[in-house]
């Protein structure tokens, strides 16, 4: 963190540091925080306001509808878990300890793919009466889990390992039956401990057999639900063991700061309140399964480009308040290990800094797991092991044979890596990991000191089977709930009538499905349908769905070479060495794209004796997703672009066959081909009633993007279709945000994000009406590359000599476009549905610390009434203005910030009276003088709305001194 130099007038009265824990364990009956609280039955006011801060009214409200005699909601952003009574603590609904089933029980399955109304129809019970209280993800900070003692197991092995075996544990190396897995950790036999097998897992398992793709995290996100981001969890968790994991490297919990950062899919927004609050589910989720879960990346990873090397400074304040908040919630809902990043953090590499791994995470926040590095980010021994890392991945460069030979010549106490093991210990002896055969249990196993989810009892010797059927509807159930519609003109979507019975598509990812981003986040699922074969099912007999590319990101045959030879498919077996020497004749001078398709060793290809595919930097060769690195058929796909002369180009192609031997082909698009593909295109579009036009950005881990514009020509493709057809809809599948200088030529504009397998289906859905699109923005997207947080100042982004300066303070986001009075293209929040929905009649009022459990807060009360003719989704949003004790203090605040939101799912004219709790850690900013958090109080404003531009509510409310 950056030095701040201390206040010396000390804080007033009225704002008193907060007390700690905080806030404290409830009352008996009582629900830790009003935003863990589940329970959706009816309720009143939340606790007597304070005597000289009535509750306050809304401006503008609609009163026309003064019975409110809508159905009542419950306080909460939305219930948190969807899946099992007690599934985050062991117990049934009366506290009980659940006996341990190996694999989701099955009230928990029918949540999991049907929701509360599942449950009730099995159990007769509602959500409300299954699911039990908790705190609140992301608002729980200082009640950190208590450090779970020692047990007598783990102190035998510490007493009994050699130094060598204790070294052993806290690095990587080689998994001898190669699962594909990203880490492995042999065991010790002769102690019983065995292997620990660790697996990416942000967006499904990445391991070497298929798994369930789930839609990227970002897409999870939109649709604002921490009780989905738990079932995500889960499934994640279930599959891990399933497929033989130990551990899960998520969830991705680092801010969206930028959007050219090539890992925003990876992750969930831009706000901090909302990335902690899913953050803390989906760990609950994925440990309730009996895996590890590993918040990554700590801290300040919000970029690719020179993540090795790159320094970041970050104010006290901002780090606090903004990027370490989701980290924090992990810790607080008990995530058993942490990674730490690559960047440096104020001169230090994360993994050697005291502050982030010791200070904050230990001894402030009460983390009792073990932090692990990020693979290949050490670069000492003794300091990284001294500043709190305890593991190296994925090998032992530096707590290998050095950490040996450091211990030996006194440089590093024994007792050192002591402390690091039996933090490793402790934790595989919490989830099972000890035991010979790693059958790890969830939370229906038995529980330890603290609570936490312990082995199963009576089972041994198993893991649960995959349930790919499962698997796929719930990835369909995510991918439904975060399709976001940005645009909407005219009623175009969703599609009906002849609109719904002549549909052209159009784009390369119609007829391809685009399932996930690159890097750790791919996964190979077991089928994916494409948006065209699914859209075509929808319309069904006697419907006219017809196809162009558009833009081939594939390339087609070469032209005929001189010999004469077929470069379409070659065949080279095993151990044999495939050569070409040729001409290759143009005709027109252009630029040509050249592409090579294999599944081997890439071949060698010269044109006029220059290399066009040379090795590429790892990223472009390790890190494939997306469409355009793999061919429909598997193979590996490499493209170079040249500007070719008219005449004879001399052509040389040589092919290894390896071991196995190796397929390829040789292919090239011309402009002369891209124009006739636009051409098709727009004919194409022209003979239909209705467009749905494909567009895409391909991101992945180890580069970040460097326009926000759609890549290649896919604008010119959306310009000259919109302007040959306006009932256009664009269907967008980005990892971020990008910029439309073409959207007011399009009739709809629907966000797809990376969808997972059943991206299909789910587009299908929406387009077609079968389901209300549920998500909205986690991240704002800029009306142009100069009108975002970062653009224009290389100081901020990517860094200048080799430091990142996050000048923005707590200004992340939304925030940014508040305090800079931007306006951005779509706002934090923003969606459409298919029906529409006013807000009413908003009250206001204190909680007493006694009421909320000793920490205080707010509770804003609303009507939310769908106002349209059908089913639909709203995400009501309540916003926090800035506190004046505060701001006569100096400290910094946004001019709003997200205070807590509601999912609501209503029929046709539905009217629904709503609670939403604002915590007191949200009424909080971090005072730099102290140190710590305090109590914002005074008059301040609260807003409520569907994004944070369209706030139709507004009223004051003062917040009391505790």
Same mark, same amino acid.
């Given at each position: 963190?950056?030095?701040?130099?201390?206040?010396?007038?000390?804080?007033?009265?009225?704002?008193?540091?907060?007390?700690?824990?905080?806030?404290?364990?409830?009352?008996?009956?009582?629900?830790?925080?009003?935003?863990?609280?589940?329970?959706?039955?009816?309720?009143?006011?939340? *606790?007597?306001?304070?005597?000289?801060?009535?509750?306050?009214?809304?401006?503008?409200?609609?009163?026309?509808?003064?019975?409110?005699?809508?159905?009542?909601?419950?306080?909460?952003?939305?219930?948190?878990?969807?899946?099992?009574?007690?599934?985050?603590?062991?117990?049934?609904?009366?506290?009980?300890?659940?006996?341990?089933?190996?694999?989701?029980?099955?009230?928990?399955?029918?949540?999991?793919?049907?929701?509360?109304?599942?449950?009730?129809?099995?159990?007769?019970?509602?959500?409300?009466?299954?699911?039990?209280?908790?705190?609140?993800?992301?608002?729980?900070?200082?009640?950190?889990?208590?450090?779970?003692?020692?047990?007598?197991?783990?102190?035998?092995?510490?007493?009994?390992?050699?130094?060598?075996?204790?070294?052993?544990?806290?690095?990587?190396?080689?998994?001898?039956?190669?699962?594909?897995?990203?880490? =492995?950790?042999?065991?010790?036999?002769?102690?019983?401990?065995?292997?620990?097998?660790?697996?990416?897992?942000?967006?499904?398992?990445?391991?070497?057999?298929?798994?369930?793709?789930?839609?990227?995290?970002?897409?999870?996100?939109?649709?604002? #639900?921490?009780?989905?981001?738990?079932?995500?969890?889960?499934?994640?968790?279930?599959?891990?063991?399933?497929?033989?994991? #130990?551990?899960? +490297?998520?969830? !991705?919990?680092?801010?969206?700061?930028?959007?050219?950062?090539?890992?925003?899919?990876?992750?969930?927004?831009?706000?901090?309140?909302?990335?902690?609050?899913?953050?803390?589910?989906?760990?609950?989720?994925?440990?309730?399964?009996?895996?590890?879960?590993?918040?990554?990346?700590?801290?300040?990873?919000?970029?690719?480009?020179?993540?090795?090397?790159?320094?970041?400074?970050?104010?006290?304040?901002?780090?606090?308040?903004?990027?370490?908040?989701?980290?924090?919630?992990?810790?607080?809902?008990?995530?058993?290990?942490?990674?730490?990043?690559?960047?440096?953090?104020?001169?230090?590499?994360?993994?050697?800094?005291?502050?982030?791994?010791?200070?904050?995470?230990?001894?402030?926040?009460?983390?009792?797991?073990?932090? !692990?590095?990020?693979?290949?980010?050490?670069?000492?021994?003794?300091?990284?092991?001294?500043?709190?890392?305890? !593991?190296?991945?994925?090998?032992?460069?530096?707590?290998?044979?050095?950490?040996?030979?450091?211990?030996? #010549?006194?440089?590093?106490?024994?007792?050192?890596?002591?402390?690091?093991?039996?933090?490793?210990?402790?934790?595989?002896?919490? =989830?099972?990991?000890?035991?010979? /055969?790693?059958?790890?249990?969830?939370?229906?196993?038995?529980?330890?000191?603290?609570?936490?989810?312990?082995?199963?009892?009576?089972?041994?010797?198993?893991?649960?089977?995959?349930?790919?059927?499962?698997?796929?509807?719930?990835?369909?159930?995510?991918?439904?709930?975060?399709?976001?519609?940005?645009?909407?003109?005219?009623?175009?979507?969703?599609? /009906?009538?002849?609109?719904?019975?002549?549909?052209?598509?159009?784009?390369?990812?119609?007829?391809?499905?685009?399932?996930?981003? *690159?890097?750790?986040?791919?996964?190979?699922?077991? &089928?994916?349908?494409?948006?065209?074969?699914?859209?075509?099912?929808?319309?069904?007999?006697?419907?006219?769905?017809?196809?162009?590319?558009?833009?081939?990101?594939?390339?087609?045959?070469?032209?005929?070479?001189?010999?004469?030879?077929?470069?379409?498919?070659?065949?080279?077996?095993?151990?044999?060495?495939?050569?070409?020497?040729?001409?290759?004749?143009?005709?027109?001078?252009?630029?040509?794209?050249?592409?090579?398709?294999?599944?081997?060793?890439?071949?060698?290809?010269?044109?006029?004796?220059?290399?066009?595919?040379?090795?590429?930097?790892?990223?472009?060769?390790?890190? &494939? *997703?997306?469409?355009?690195?793999?061919?429909?058929?598997?193979?590996?796909?490499?493209?170079?672009?040249?500007?070719?002369?008219?005449?004879?180009?001399?052509?040389?192609?040589?092919?290894?066959?390896?071991?196995?031997?190796?397929?390829?082909?040789?292919?090239?698009?011309?402009?002369?081909?891209?124009?006739?593909?636009?051409?098709?295109?727009?004919?194409?579009?022209?003979?239909?009633?209705?467009?749905?036009?494909?567009?895409?950005?391909?991101?992945?881990?180890?580069?970040?993007?460097?326009?926000?514009?759609?890549?290649?020509?896919?604008?010119?493709?959306?310009?000259?279709?919109?302007?040959?057809?306006?009932?256009?809809?664009?269907?967008?599948?980005?990892?971020?945000?990008?910029?439309?200088?073409?959207?007011?030529?399009?009739?709809?504009?629907?966000?797809?994000?990376?969808?997972?397998?059943?991206?299909?289906?789910?587009?299908?859905?929406?387009?077609?009406?079968?389901?209300?699109?549920?998500?909205?923005?986690?991240?704002?997207?800029?009306?142009?590359? #100069?009108?975002?947080?970062?653009?224009?100042?290389?100081?901020?982004?990517?860094?200048?000599?080799?430091?990142?300066?996050?000048?923005?303070?707590?200004?992340?986001?939304?925030?940014?476009?508040?305090?800079?009075?931007?306006?951005?293209?779509?706002?934090?929040?923003?969606?459409?549905?298919?029906?529409?929905?006013?807000?009413?009649?908003?009250?206001?009022?204190?909680?007493?610390?006694?009421?909320?459990?000793?920490?205080?807060?707010?509770?804003?009360?609303?009507?939310?009434?769908?106002?349209?003719?059908?089913?639909?989704?709203?995400?009501?949003?309540?916003?926090?203005?800035?506190?004046?004790? +505060?701001?006569?203090?100096?400290?910094?605040?946004?001019?709003?910030?997200?205070?807590?939101?509601?999912?609501?799912?209503?029929?046709?004219?539905?009217?629904?009276?709503?609670?939403?709790?604002?915590?007191?850690?949200?009424?909080?900013?971090?005072?730099?003088?102290?140190?710590?958090?305090?109590?914002?109080?005074?008059?301040?404003?609260?807003?409520?709305?569907?994004?944070?531009?369209?706030?139709? +509510?507004?009223?004051?409310?003062?917040?009391?001194?505790?």
């Amino acid at each position: 963190m950056s030095d701040v130099p201390p206040r010396s007038r000390p804080l007033p009265s009225p704002l008193p540091r907060l007390p700690l824990p905080w806030p404290p364990p409830p009352p008996s009956g009582a629900p830790a925080d009003p935003a863990r609280t589940v329970s959706r039955a009816p309720e009143g006011p939340v *606790g007597a306001p304070d005597p000289v801060a009535e509750p306050s009214r809304a401006e503008g409200a609609d009163t026309a509808d003064a019975d409110d005699t809508g159905t009542e909601a419950a306080a909460g952003r939305t219930a948190p878990p969807c899946d099992v009574p007690g599934a985050a603590d062991g117990r049934g609904p009366a506290g009980e300890r659940r006996t341990a089933e190996r694999g989701l029980p099955r009230r928990g399955l029918l949540l999991l793919l049907g929701g509360a109304a599942a449950l009730a129809a099995v159990t007769g019970t509602t959500a409300a009466a299954a699911a039990p209280a908790r705190r609140a993800p992301g608002d729980d900070p200082a009640a950190a889990p208590a450090t779970e003692p020692v047990t007598d197991r783990v102190a035998d092995l510490l007493a009994r390992l050699t130094l060598d075996e204790k070294i052993s544990l806290l690095h990587g190396a080689t998994d001898p039956q190669r699962l594909g897995q990203a880490g =492995y950790v042999p065991g010790v036999p002769r102690l019983g401990i065995p292997e620990l097998r660790l697996a990416d897992g942000p967006a499904g398992v990445r391991v070497q057999r298929t798994a369930t793709a789930l839609p990227a995290p970002v897409m999870l996100a939109a649709a604002f #639900d921490p009780a989905l981001a738990r079932a995500y969890g889960q499934v994640l968790g279930r599959e891990g063991r399933a497929l033989g994991q #130990d551990v899960m +490297l998520s969830p !991705m919990v680092n801010l969206i700061r930028t959007p050219y950062a090539g890992r925003n899919f990876e992750t969930f927004s831009e706000d901090p309140l909302l990335t902690a609050d899913l953050a803390a589910e989906q760990v609950r989720g994925i440990q309730a399964e009996g895996l590890v879960a590993t918040v990554k990346h700590l801290a300040l990873n919000n970029q690719e480009k020179d993540r090795m090397t790159v320094d970041v400074r970050a104010g006290e304040q901002a780090l606090h308040e903004t990027e370490l908040r989701p980290f924090e919630a992990a810790v607080a809902a008990g995530a058993g290990a942490v990674m730490a990043a690559y960047n440096k953090v104020d001169g230090l590499h994360a993994t050697e800094s005291r502050t982030l791994l010791t200070d904050i995470l230990r001894d402030r926040w009460g983390f009792d797991g073990w932090v !692990m590095s990020d693979w290949g980010a050490v670069h000492s021994t003794a300091a990284a092991l001294t500043a709190g890392l305890d !593991m190296e991945m994925p090998g032992g460069r530096y707590f290998g044979a050095p950490l040996r030979t450091a211990v030996r #010549d006194g440089r590093v106490a024994e007792e050192d890596v002591d402390r690091a093991v039996r933090r490793l210990l402790t934790v595989r002896e919490r =989830y099972g990991l000890l035991d010979a /055969t790693s059958a790890a249990s969830g939370t229906g196993g038995t529980a330890g000191p603290t609570g936490r989810p312990g082995r199963a009892e009576g089972v041994e010797g198993t893991r649960p089977a995959r349930n790919a059927p499962a698997g796929a509807a719930f990835a369909l159930r995510v991918a439904t709930a975060g399709a976001t519609l940005l645009r909407n003109e005219y009623g175009a979507l969703p599609l /009906t009538g002849t609109a719904a019975r002549s549909i052209a598509v159009i784009g390369p990812t119609g007829a391809v499905p685009f399932v996930s981003g *690159g890097g750790s986040a791919h996964v190979v699922p077991d &089928a994916a349908t494409s948006p065209l074969d699914a859209i075509t099912a929808r319309a069904g007999e006697g419907a006219t769905v017809a196809y162009a590319i558009g833009e081939d990101v594939y390339g087609t045959a070469l032209p005929a070479l001189s010999p004469a030879t077929d470069l379409e498919h070659v065949a080279v077996g095993p151990g044999e060495t495939w050569t070409y020497e040729g001409t290759l004749t143009v005709t027109t001078p252009e630029d040509w794209t050249f592409l090579v398709h294999h599944d081997g060793t890439r071949p060698t290809v010269t044109l006029d004796g220059i290399e066009l595919f040379p090795a590429a930097p790892a990223p472009g060769q390790v890190h &494939a *997703g997306g469409i355009a690195g793999r061919a429909p058929d598997g193979l590996t796909v490499r493209r170079t672009a040249r500007a070719l002369t008219a005449g004879p180009h001399r052509l040389k192609v040589t092919a290894q066959g390896g071991a196995r031997g190796q397929v390829f082909r040789l292919r090239a698009k011309t402009e002369t081909g891209r124009a006739a593909d636009v051409a098709e295109a727009v004919r194409v579009a022209s003979a239909a009633e209705s467009v749905v036009l494909f567009a895409y950005e391909e991101a992945t881990e180890g580069r970040d993007r460097t326009s926000l514009a759609l890549p290649g020509r896919q604008q010119a493709l959306v310009e000259a279709v919109t302007g040959a057809h306006p009932r256009t809809a664009v269907v967008l599948n980005t990892s971020s945000a990008i910029t439309m200088p073409w959207l007011d030529r399009t009739a709809a504009v629907l966000q797809m994000y990376y969808p997972g397998q059943e991206g299909a289906a789910a587009t299908a859905a929406v387009l077609f009406g079968d389901a209300d699109p549920g998500g909205r923005l986690t991240q704002t997207f800029p009306a142009a590359e #100069d009108r975002h947080p970062t653009a224009g100042d290389p100081r901020r982004y990517p860094g200048q000599d080799g430091v990142a300066e996050y000048s923005e303070g707590v200004h992340v986001g939304h925030r940014w476009y508040d305090a800079e009075e931007v306006e951005p293209l779509f706002p934090f929040g923003h969606g459409l549905s298919y029906t529409t929905f006013t807000y009413q009649r908003l009250v206001v009022a204190p909680v007493p610390p006694a009421a909320s459990g000793g920490g205080g807060g707010l509770s804003v009360t609303f009507t939310v009434r769908n106002t349209g003719r059908r089913a639909g989704t709203e995400v009501a949003q309540v916003y926090l203005g800035p506190s004046p004790d +505060l701001a006569a203090l100096g400290i910094d605040q946004p001019r709003q910030c997200l205070a807590g939101y509601l999912r609501l799912e209503l029929a046709a004219g539905e009217r629904r009276k709503v609670t939403v709790p604002v915590t007191a850690r949200t009424l909080s900013s971090w005072d730099v003088a102290r140190h710590d958090w305090v109590l914002g109080t005074g008059r301040r404003t609260v807003r409520v709305g569907s994004s944070s531009r369209a706030l139709r +509510l507004r009223t004051e409310v003062r917040v009391p001194s505790p």
